[in-house]
């Protein structure tokens, strides 16, 4: 009776021991006890496969996060965005449009409309700004300060209207996003008269015409 | 002669005068000229007539002759007695008697309300005291609302009498108004009368012209966002849509024949002179090149175009032939010259030149001779436009502060605002006579 208790006993054991195995380890059914060398491979085996898993594991939340983290910046842009629009309706002037801060006014030499070397960085940055947001249309607007007569005024606020958007268009932007007008020196912003004035007043600005 | 369906004005010619033998006294042409002293005794209201409506008539003629700048008007308060007391039409046979008032023309005269008071005549007659004879004379009938308009035929007649051509003071003027954040467009007489608002829409309304007709005017407006081309009625009447491409559709100026309209369009990304039919066909694109294109203006026989260029690197007035050809460049002092008009008598052309750093008024003949300067150091002074027989030039100008329209002669002589309100002004056109 001892001897068929103390069987069961050891065969409970062995079953146990193999039950309590770590599933990527190899059974060995037929020999339960290892040797000593056996033993520290099988351990560092064991601490490596351990270090690559945790090595997976932290890359895959790191990737998660940058994720998170580029996907939490994107909605903050957007609701920095969505913020920074002011709606405006101007009577006598058909639609209503919307104006952002983050999309800046360049500036010109008098008489000319070419884009100077620090225009083009703003442009660039309204470019960014338009390609998060594909949905955005914008009509830019071409100004001239006082001076000058107004019908000649009316042409020049047409180029530099127009060198804006052909600069966003080179950088992408396709051109059924982005419209120009001209208002010659109709829409002054600072009703001074000096140079100053004059050099806020000369112009190309940004408004949003559908989002 | 254009027909006025509202007024009842018949002309009837009381004492005949041979035209053939009208002197003319004065040489308008030169760059400077005397003004001729007409004595203007009191007006005399006949009958029951209320002497309010003399005095209105006075007024109103007085006005005139001093703003044709042929005249220098001796009015009854600076006549000597027993002179200043007079009224109404001397007798020939009397003239040395007003030898003291020192003038050289006489125009006296009277008027007699119906008994309805809604029609009047008037009636006036003009001497020469220095020949000691009678020159013209003339009576109009009318409804009172019509008076001004009466008075101004009788005023064009005076200048008629004395320079061989009518005067132009039944005209009327065009112009945009600031108005909040835009501009509305007015039209008011030529002696600054009956100032009437004709666009009530908030927007931004510029550059009007009248149609050679007198009936419409055409004008720019930004109501749809976009720089599109309206016509609309001299009463207001009648607002529409004329053209809307994309970009400009600005600085209307129509044929002579009234059946062109010559404009500034930005269809192929900058400003180029196109033409448009009255009827609403085309557009038909005239200039070429990479330059911008500006502001144009018919020769009267409809067959050139003056406008303003930038080709050469700064804008200056050229001409071209009125399909686009033959371009060339009339003006080459200064290094801007913008808003060119062509004199309705076909030799000058007036612009405005910036000097010294200001704009000014210049005329210029065809061939690029003949520089004249008409204003100077008074502020900024721009789109002149000329009257319709090309002795007057209206402008802008803000001399006084704030922009207003002024009128003068066609040598610079006699500036004076057309109107006396408040607001800022720009842009004049000049209206035919209203006959």
């Known amino acids: 009776m001892l001897r068929k208790s103390l069987c069961i006993l050891v065969l409970m054991l062995c079953l146990g021991l193999i039950v309590a195995g770590c599933p990527k380890k190899t059974v060995m059914k037929d020999e339960p006890s290892v040797t000593k060398e056996e033993a520290a491979r099988i351990e560092a085996q064991k601490a490596l496969e351990r270090a690559e898993a945790e090595k997976a594991a932290k890359e895959a939340r790191e990737k998660d996060s940058a994720g998170l983290k580029e996907e939490e910046a994107r909605k903050a842009l957007q609701k920095e965005f969505e913020k920074s629009l002011t709606a405006r309706k101007q009577p006598g002037i058909e639609g209503e449009i919307f104006e952002s801060a983050m999309l800046k006014d360049v500036y010109f030499d008098y008489d000319r409309y070419e884009i100077r070397p620090q225009d083009a960085e703003i442009l660039k940055d309204n470019a960014d700004l338009l390609k998060r947001f594909p949905k955005v249309k914008v009509q830019i607007e071409g100004h001239c300060d006082e001076r000058g007569t107004i019908e000649y005024n009316l042409a020049l606020g047409e180029r530099r209207a127009g060198s804006a958007r052909d600069y966003l268009l080179s950088l992408g932007i396709s051109p059924d996003r982005v419209s120009i007008i001209s208002y010659g020196e109709e829409r002054q912003v600072d009703p001074g008269h000096d140079e100053e004035a004059w050099s806020k007043n000369r112009r190309a600005h940004t408004i949003i015409v559908s989002k | ?330 003006t080459y002092d200064g290094n801007y010259n913008t808003n060119p008009s062509w004199s309705p008598k076909g030799k000058r052309i007036a612009f405005c030149g910036r000097a010294g750093g200001r704009f000014e008024i210049f005329t210029i003949d065809l061939d690029g001779s003949g520089l004249q300067r008409l204003t100077s150091g008074s502020g900024d002074n721009e789109s002149p436009c000329w009257s319709p027989d090309g002795r007057y030039i209206a402008f802008s100008s803000n001399r006084a502060g704030v922009s207003k329209i002024f009128t003068m002669n066609a040598n610079g002589f006699n500036q004076r605002p057309l109107t006396r309100s408040k607001g800022s002004e720009s842009s004049p056109s000049w209206s035919r006579r209203f006959e």
């Open chain 2, 1 to 330: 002669m254009l027909k006025t369906p509202i007024l009842l004005i018949l002309c009837v010619s009381v004492f005949l005068v041979p035209a053939a033998e009208a002197r003319v006294y004065l040489d308008i042409d030169s760059p400077a000229f005397v003004q001729i002293p007409i004595v203007l005794p009191k007006w005399k209201s006949l009958e029951k007539t209320p002497p309010a409506l003399g005095a209105k008539i006075y007024e109103i003629v007085s006005n005139d002759l001093s703003l044709s700048g042929f005249f220098k008007v001796i009015d009854d308060q600076n006549l000597p007695p027993p002179l200043h007391e007079r009224e109404g039409i001397p007798r020939t046979l009397f003239l040395q008697e007003w030898g003291p008032s020192g003038g050289e023309l006489l125009l006296a005269g009277e008027v007699q309300l119906d008994p309805g008071g809604a029609y009047l005549k008037l009636r006036f007659h003009l001497f020469d005291l220095v020949e000691q004879k009678h020159l013209a004379g003339k009576q109009y009938e009318g409804a009172l609302q019509a008076l001004r308009g009466m008075v101004h035929r009788m005023s064009d007649e005076v200048v008629y009498q004395i320079t061989g051509e009518r005067g132009v003071h039944t005209t009327r003027l065009a112009y945009a108004v600031a108005q909040d954040e835009g501009k509305e467009l007015f039209i008011a007489d030529f002696d600054g009368a009956n100032a009437k608002q004709i666009t009530r829409n908030r927007s931004i309304n510029l550059s009007p012209a009248w149609s050679p007709d007198n009936k419409k005017i055409a004008f720019t407006s930004y109501l749809r966002r976009n720089p599109d081309l309206y016509l609309v009625d001299r009463d207001g009447e009648n607002f529409r849509l004329f053209s809307s491409h994309a970009g400009l559709n600005a600085a209307p100026s129509w044929s002579p024949d009234g059946k062109s309209i010559a404009l500034m369009m930005g269809m192929e990304g900058k400003s180029d002179i196109y033409l448009l039919d009255a009827d609403g066909n085309g557009p038909r694109r005239l200039t070429r090149g990479h330059g911008n294109e500006a502001s144009p203006t018919w020769s009267p026989d409809g067959k050139r175009i003056a406008f303003v260029s930038d080709r050469s690197g700064t804008p200056q007035i050229y001409i071209m032939s009125a399909s686009g050809s033959d371009v060339r460049r009339l």
